[in-house]
């Protein structure tokens, strides 16, 4: 003190954390009793002493993210405190800045690259599962029955969304016209233009025609989407005129992939909702 080293000395400081460099009231304070070491320095944390004023409840209160702190360090002397310092601190403390951050609200579904074995605490995989409506209380309360209303007493079912996409609600967007086709996705889950309803995979109608065709049938080629089989030969089709019938047949996998579903490009994940 006083420029003076004070080892392996027993001191107590007062630490306040100042919402600006003009701030007159602390947000919160607290004190501590330290030893200093043989080179009279010292190793303290701020938030485990013990509280002294402020105007946070608890140090878990004091909202980092809000303003830039400012500590103002006292040593006690007697019955009084001397300042030590009063600086700006040099950056917001993560750890105490994220625990006042907003956390994924509960219904939140996002998707999780993985294993559903390793699906992190707070979340559910969407599996379709029923689950508790006690146990997942805060769930149950934001989604409802719109999924799935499980036994239809102490359950409800989690989003089945595996081997799905999904897709916004349309609501009075007009830009789902099969809207009212749509199906609860489980017993008692929402239907038509409502979240949690299913739809089956379909694609845009593609019509054609065939016809009956006069003459010699030659045949054709089998190179596009539309192929001509072989008709009647001549002389031996329906009329003694040597008409014959043609059969067109459309097969895109002739020239585009094709599959057992429709669908683009994609990717595996697992679907986690926060509960």
Same mark, same amino acid.
């Given at each position: 003190?006083?420029?003076f080293?004070?080892?392996s000395?027993?001191?107590e400081?007062r630490f306040?954390?100042?919402p600006?460099?003009?701030?007159t009231?602390?947000?919160w304070?607290?004190?501590?009793?330290v030893?200093?070491d @043989?080179?009279?320095?010292?190793?303290?944390?701020i938030?485990k002493?013990?509280?002294?004023?402020?105007?946070?409840a608890?140090f878990?209160?004091?909202?980092f993210a809000?303003v830039?702190?400012?500590?103002?360090v006292?040593?006690?002397?007697?019955s009084d405190y001397?300042e030590?310092s009063?600086?700006?601190?040099?950056s917001?403390?993560?750890?105490?800045?994220?625990?006042?951050?907003?956390s994924?609200?509960?219904?939140?579904v996002m998707?999780f690259?993985?294993? @559903?074995s390793?699906?992190p605490?707070?979340?559910?995989?969407?599996?379709?599962?029923a689950?508790?409506?006690s146990?997942?209380a805060?769930?149950?309360n934001v989604?409802? +029955?719109a999924?799935?209303s499980?036994?239809?007493?102490t359950?409800?079912?989690l989003p089945d969304m595996r081997g799905?996409?999904?897709?916004?609600?349309?609501?009075?967007?007009g830009k789902? @016209?099969?809207?009212? +086709?749509?199906?609860?996705?489980?017993?008692g889950? %929402?239907?038509g %233009?409502?979240?949690?309803?299913?739809?089956s995979?379909?694609?845009r109608?593609? +019509?054609?025609?065939?016809g009956?065709?006069?003459?010699?049938?030659?045949g054709g080629?089998?190179?596009?989407?539309?192929?001509?089989e072989?008709?009647a030969?001549?002389?031996?089709?329906l009329d003694? %005129?040597g008409s014959?019938?043609?059969?067109?047949?459309?097969?895109?996998?002739?020239?585009v992939? +094709?599959?057992s579903?429709?669908?683009?490009?994609n990717?595996?994940?697992?679907?986690?909702?926060?509960?």
């Open positions: 003190m006083d420029g080293v004070v080892p000395k027993s001191i400081l306040s954390l100042m600006g460099q003009q701030a009231q602390a947000s304070v607290e004190t501590q009793d030893t200093t @043989a080179y009279g320095t010292i190793g303290v944390t938030g002493g013990t509280k002294a004023g402020g105007v946070a608890t878990a209160d004091v909202n809000a830039y702190y400012w500590l103002k006292e040593i006690k002397e007697g001397r030590l009063f600086t700006a601190l040099p917001v403390p993560y750890a105490e800045a994220a625990t006042n951050a907003v994924s609200p509960v219904g939140s998707p690259a993985g294993d @559903a390793k699906v605490a707070g979340w559910l995989l969407c599996d379709g599962s689950v508790s409506r146990d997942y805060t769930l149950y989604i409802g +029955t999924w799935g499980g036994n239809n007493a359950t409800f079912n799905m996409f999904l897709r916004g609600v349309s609501g009075e967007s789902d @016209a099969d809207n009212g +086709t749509r199906v609860p996705l489980k017993e889950g %929402n239907p %233009n409502k979240v949690g309803s299913y739809q995979d379909a694609i109608n593609i +019509t054609g025609k065939t009956s065709f006069g003459g010699e049938n030659r080629d089998n190179t596009g989407a539309i192929s001509r072989t008709g030969a001549k002389n031996q089709g003694n %005129n014959g019938i043609l059969s067109v047949t459309f097969d895109a996998s002739r020239v992939p +094709t599959g579903d429709n669908r683009p490009q990717v595996y994940v697992n679907y986690i909702i926060k509960y």
